[in-house]
Structures are given as C-alpha cells and as structure tokens.
C-alpha cells in the first residue's frame, strides 16, 4: 500500500486538499452569494473529510485533512491565482497536478479510489446550494456551467458519471 512516506510534504498537501479544490472549482463556476458558497464549501469539507470508500491511501489524505481542519487552517489559503489569470485556470492546474503525482506514486486501485474521492467531493459541492432563481424559484440543483466544471473534472481525472 501507499503510504505518506511515498510523497513529499507538498505533494501530500496537493492530494488531501484536492477534494476541497474540486468543490471550489464548482463554486467559481457558478458563483452565488454567499450562502451558496458558504453551503459547497461545507459540502465538499465533509465529502473531503469523510471520504466514502475505506481504501486506505484515501483514508490517510482525509485524516491529513482532518488535523489541518481541526487545527482551523485553511488547506487552500496558499491557492491564489496570478493576476490577470483566471482562478478557474488554476483549480484545474492544481487538480491535474494531483493528478499527476497519484498516477505516477500510488497503485491504479489507490489511484482509481482517490479520483472517485475528488469527484464525489465536487459532485457534493454542486448538490449544496441551488443557483439562480428569483427567492428560490426557477433555480437549478446544478447550474449549466457547473455540469460544465464537472465534465471537465471527470474527462481530466479519467473518470464519467456513477
């Protein structure tokens, strides 16, 4: 199995912040206010933080996770986009960045799982909040330009729909 020990410090932090990076790709894609973003952030830290498959290298990125959580630190504070680039731009270069190195360190199984992992975070963050509408009414579960976030995110990470 695939341990820390197989990455770097930076490279550990890339791949357990990757499911929150994901859910903030699906906020810029379609932001609303801030209760919106307030409710796929939550969303994708719980998915992030309480992964549903029990593959250990995924387990121990969300334990890592965990104690950045709960020692209040933000995983993604250091992510700041250059100016004059778009901040979509850099969730995906980040996200292939992970994805890189899962591929290259850990086994296809432990790859596979860690992809599903990141996807399922995102999807979590989508389903959170209704965007558009008037109080409510005529907003969408996932907005057009979300679904668009999470094509790209499946086709990049190899993965389709469940």
């Given at each position: 199995?695939?341990?820390?020990?197989?990455?770097?410090?930076?490279?550990?932090?890339?791949?357990?912040?990757?499911?929150?990076?994901?859910?903030?790709?699906?906020?810029?894609?379609?932001?609303?206010?801030?209760?919106?973003?307030?409710?796929?952030?939550?969303?994708?830290?719980?998915?992030?933080?309480?992964?549903?498959?029990?593959?250990?290298?995924?387990?121990?990125?969300?334990?890592?996770?965990?104690?950045?959580?709960?020692?209040?630190?933000?995983?993604v504070?250091?992510?700041?986009?250059?100016?004059?680039?778009?901040?979509?731009?850099?969730?995906?270069?980040?996200?292939?960045?992970?994805?890189?190195?899962?591929?290259?360190?850990?086994?296809?199984?432990?790859?596979?799982?860690y992809?599903?992992?990141?996807?399922?975070?995102?999807?979590?963050?989508?389903?959170?909040?209704?965007?558009?509408?008037?109080?409510?009414?005529?907003?969408?579960?996932v907005?057009?330009?979300?679904?668009?976030?999470?094509?790209?995110?499946?086709?990049?990470?190899?993965?389709?729909?469940?």
């Open positions: 199995m695939t341990s820390k020990a197989d990455f770097t410090e930076d490279e550990w932090v890339k791949l357990y912040r990757a499911p929150m990076v994901a859910g903030l790709g699906v906020s810029l894609a379609d932001p609303g206010g801030p209760i919106e973003i307030t409710k796929e952030a939550m969303a994708a830290m719980r998915t992030a933080a309480a992964p549903t498959t029990e593959q250990g290298l995924v387990v121990d990125l969300a334990e890592g996770l965990k104690v950045v959580l709960e020692e209040r630190q933000n995983p504070a250091d992510l700041k986009p250059q100016a004059g680039t778009d901040p979509r731009e850099m969730v995906f270069e980040e996200l292939q960045e992970a994805n890189r190195i899962i591929t290259e360190k850990a086994t296809s199984e432990e790859a596979s799982n992809r599903s992992w990141v996807l399922e975070s995102a999807r979590n963050a989508a389903d959170a909040a209704k965007e558009g509408g008037f109080f409510g009414m005529g907003a969408e579960i907005s057009e330009r979300e679904q668009q976030v999470l094509a790209r995110l499946e086709e990049m990470l190899g993965a389709g729909p469940d």
